[in-house]
């Protein structure tokens, strides 16, 4: 028997789906099989995605390993959350730390990833050709940026940082790059109505948000502002706010969608129990 039979030995779409965790956070059980399905090819059509046994094997397999906590969370389908050794796996353990998000992060996760994975499955080819920058990577550098600490290069065996660098302004919670930074688009995702003036506010700091590019060295602002929420009555009230933009913050850019997704997010996630309880401890390892 060879001396490594029970060891899990990582592949290529390993390394990419634990990657797309780790810079997610926490990601539930309908879109980890999307994941699965869009690796190593790089994206899906036509619906066509992995048996939910071959899923189910993945999971516990990733579970095996080490480099995941799998549980369910308000009797919703379960959650993988990257474990300290799965961060280590894709050189983000000294990046990312290895935690449970809060209980009313939940729905804001599976909503970001949900709007995530219309880019992978969309028709629109220009929109598949970007690249997604999740919001804790762009938050992580800007914090790294501020202590002034410097993170290894990709070629280097190590993190390998995002095309851009937010220099000020929001950050929202995600930013797709075009190939050569030829178009950069913010996507935030809004569940719950907020007041007329933090609506504003949250507009106005994304209009004004400046961005470098690394290769170039070039600061520019967003191509387009891609705002998701779950109703008319939610679209009416950020259309009535950006309406009150000047046109120097050219508020043109801010496209607002009802997504149909977000619409069915309370009835989905509607709370039936209380959450089980994990160990940080385990998390961490």
């Not at 879109?31 to 090819?41: E, Q, T, Y």
């Not at 400046?210 to 705002?227: A, D």
């Amino acid at each position: 028997m060879r001396r490594d039979t029970d060891q899990i030995q990582a592949t290529p779409r390993d390394f990419r789906v634990m990657g797309y965790m780790a810079h997610m956070e926490a990601v539930r059980r309908d879109h980890l099989r999307m994941v699965f399905s869009a690796f190593p090819g790089g994206k899906f059509k036509d619906g066509k995605f992995i048996a939910d046994s071959t899923l189910k094997d993945q999971i516990e397999r990733y579970r095996k390993a080490g480099w995941i906590m799998y549980q369910r969370f308000l009797n919703e389908p379960g959650w993988a959350i990257p474990t300290r050794r799965g961060l280590r796996l894709v050189g983000l353990d000294g990046f990312y730390p290895a935690h449970i998000p809060a209980e009313s992060r939940y729905h804001h996760l599976w909503a970001v990833n949900e709007i995530r994975m219309f880019w992978y499955s969309s028709d629109d080819e220009e929109q598949l050709a970007g690249t997604w920058i999740s919001e804790r990577q762009l938050k992580a550098e800007v914090a790294d940026a501020a202590k002034k600490k410097k993170r290894l290069v990709e070629e280097d065996g190590g993190y390998s940082p995002a095309p851009i660098q937010i220099l000020r302004g929001a950050i929202p919670d995600g930013v797709v790059v075009g190939e050569g930074c030829a178009w950069v688009d913010a996507v935030e995702v809004e569940l719950t109505n907020k007041g007329p003036e933090e609506t504003k506010d949250k507009l106005a700091r994304l209009c004004l948000a400046v961005f470098r590019e690394r290769l170039t060295g070039n600061e520019s602002i967003y191509s387009q502002i891609h705002f998701y929420v779950p109703s008319e009555e939610a679209k009416q009230l950020v259309e009535k706010e950006r309406a009150k933009l000047g046109e120097d913050l050219r508020p043109d850019r801010i496209d607002i969608v009802v997504d149909e997704a977000l619409k069915r997010l309370r009835s989905d996630f509607e709370p039936k129990g209380q959450k089980e309880q994990w160990s940080s401890e385990t998390v961490a390892q």
